[in-house]
């Protein structure tokens, strides 16, 4: 039987240590490699879900904004609609001042000539009579009792019905309703002038004032046809200016 030396012994001692270690090296490299795969995984992941977070947040901004736009426009267009009222209230209010400043203008101007030609003939005027009850009548229109000349004129055509100063007081009863603005009234007192004293000097002035009440009363075509008429009865009269001058008002606010 052939010895094995010692040399010998060692060196198959090693061999064989060496072939039961590499496969516990290789499980162990084996293994050390996997630990980042598991981990590279749990990183994407990760960031797939902070992908999907980042859209679902962008998603609710945008939405956010939607909304904030849609409610910026809800109350733009009350804005314009609210502006809109505002100009149409200032707009009847300018017109309506206008209208009131006319009105007065125009009745001052006509208690003013009234009321130098009253003037002049007072002198001829019997106490008690007819002429003194009607300057009274006047003289309370002039310092605007309106409601106590309307009375006061009522009563003086009521018994005066024949007198020459007849039409001058259902004239100013007229316009004692006018500028109170009881435009029913009015218009009824100058279309009644106009029927009972077709030919009376007030006749312009009266039917001026009935297409003014019409107007007033939105009766814009019956306005129309009243007004032309003082042009083209009265074309030589002060009234049929201010005809025309209220005519083109109708006309230019398309009425």
């Known amino acids: 039987m052939r010895r094995i030396g010692a040399s010998s012994w ?13 496969p516990i090296a290789v499980a162990c490299l084996a293994g050390m490699a996997a630990v980042p795969a598991w981990a590279q995984s749990k990183n994407d992941r990760l960031d797939m879900l902070e992908s999907r977070m980042g859209a679902v947040e962008r998603q609710l901004e945008n939405q956010g904004l939607l909304e904030l736009s849609r409610q910026i426009e809800a109350l733009t267009a009350e804005l314009r609609n609210l502006r809109g009222e505002f100009e149409q209230v200032q707009h009847e209010l300018e017109r309506s001042r206008t209208q009131q400043r006319d009105q007065y203008v125009d009745l001052d101007t006509r208690l003013r000539a009234a009321e130098t030609a009253l003037n002049a003939a007072q002198a001829g005027v019997t106490p008690g ?15 605007g009792k309106y409601d106590e000349a309307a009375t006061a004129l009522r009563e003086f055509i009521a018994r005066n019905r024949q007198h020459e100063l007849a039409p001058n007081a259902m004239y100013w009863l007229g316009e004692a309703h006018y500028v109170r603005r009881d435009y029913p009234a009015a218009l009824a007192a100058f279309e009644g002038l106009l029927k ?25 075509g019956p306005a129309r046809t009243t007004l032309t008429r003082v042009v083209q009865e009265f074309p030589d009269s002060p009234a049929a200016a201010e005809a025309k001058a209220r005519l083109e008002r109708i006309g230019s606010a398309g009425g």
């Open 196 to 220: 009972s004293y077709p030919d009376t000097r007030k006749a312009p002035d009266a039917l001026l004032k009935a297409g003014y009440c019409q107007y007033e009363l939105k009766r814009l």
């Open 10 to 22: 060692s060196t198959a001692a090693d061999g064989l240590a060496m072939r039961l270690v590499r």
């Open 129 to 143: 009579g007819p002429e003194a009850e009607y300057q009274a009548a006047f003289n309370l229109l002039k310092d």
